[in-house]
C-alpha cells in the first residue's frame, strides 16, 4: 500500500510560521491523483485545509486562504507553508493522498497525524 510520511509540526506562537511536508511511498508501482492536508481541532469536524491536483490545481479552507500556500516537491511529495498563524490553526493536521495503485486501483490513504500548536 501507500505510505505517508509526515513531518513539520510543533508549537509556534501566534503571527509566526510552519512547513508541513508530506511524502507518498510505496512497495507497488502508484500514482497520486492528489494530496492535500485536513485538520482537526477539538469538538470540531474534520475540514480540509489545502489540496493539490496531479494538474497542480489548488483548493483552500476559506480560513486560511492568503495565510497557507501548498506546493508540490513533485509527484508524491508536497509541503504546505503556515504562515501568520492564529491560535484557531491550532489542530492535529493528516496528509492524504488520492491515489492509484497498481493491482489494486484508486484508494484513499492517510498520514499518522502531526500536531500543530499555536499559543503564546
Known amino acids: 500500500q501507500v505510505q505517508l510520511a509526515e513531518s513539520g509540526g510543533g508549537l509556534v506562537q501566534p503571527g509566526g510560521s510552519l512547513i508541513l511536508s508530506c511524502a507518498a511511498s510505496?512497495?507497488?508501482?502508484?500514482?497520486?491523483?492528489?494530496m492535500g492536508w485536513y485538520r482537526q481541532a477539538p469538538g470540531k469536524q474534520r475540514e480540509l485545509v489545502a489540496s493539490?491536483?496531479?494538474?497542480?490545481?489548488t483548493d483552500y479552507a476559506d480560513s486560511v486562504k492568503g495565510r497557507f500556500t501548498i506546493s508540490r516537491d513533485n509527484a508524491n511529495k508536497v509541503d504546505l507553508q503556515l504562515d501568520s498563524l492564529k491560535p484557531e490553526d491550532t489542530a492535529v493536521y493528516s496528509c492524504?493522498?488520492?491515489?492509484?495503485?497498481?493491482?489494486?486501483?484508486?484508494?484513499?490513504?492517510w498520514g499518522k497525524g502531526t500536531l500543530v500548536t499555536v499559543s503564546s
Open positions: 492524504n493522498a488520492d491515489a492509484f495503485v497498481v493491482s489494486r486501483g484508486r484508494m484513499d490513504f
Open positions: 510505496s512497495r507497488t508501482i502508484f500514482s497520486i491523483y492528489a
Open positions: 493539490i491536483t496531479r494538474g497542480g490545481v
